[in-house]
């Protein structure tokens, strides 16, 4: 059960996430930096700062998909051995940390190394599976 921790952490960062963009968004209505009826069917309308919010939102769907998937066969299969569980947090640090540079410095570069790590470890995370399922 110790691999559910890491998918919590991740759905907690999903909400943070979506709280944010909605606070972002009341806040740039509010300040009318934008106004209902450009947003009412274009959220493109919001300036790149409100923006940057809803695309991270969106990245909570992206590959973390592939995390709630391979968890759940994981579990299935028990292969939830101690390095699976440190790659699952070795994940969603990376998750957090990509979330927190693209909404607050959005240094691109630094965002791209971030989500290649990310990746990189759900990739082992996925060899890991297949091997443990070919071997079974």
């Known amino acids: ?18 709280f944010a963009t909605g606070r972002a968004r009341v806040g740039s209505l509010m300040a009318g930096r934008v106004k ?15 923006r940057r919010f809803g695309n991270n939102f969106a990245n909570q769907f992206e590959t973390p998909v592939l995390f709630y998937v391979l968890v759940g066969i994981a579990i299935f299969i028990r292969a939830t051995d101690v390095v699976m569980v440190v790659l699952a947090w070795a994940y969603v640090a990376t ?3 990509h979330a927190f540079v693209h909404l607050t410095s959005n240094h691109v570069p630094t965002r791209f190394r971030i989500f290649v790590a990310g990746v990189l470890v759900l990739l082992a995370m996925w060899v890991l599976i297949v091997i443990r399922l070919l071997t079974a």
Do not use: K, S, W
């Open 95 to 97: 998750r957090v940390a």
């Open 36 to 50: 209902m009826d450009d947003i009412a069917a274009n959220a493109g309308a919001f300036p790149e700062d409100v």
């Open 1 to 18: 059960m110790a691999l559910v921790y890491p998918v919590l952490a991740q759905i907690l960062l999903t909400f943070v996430v979506l």
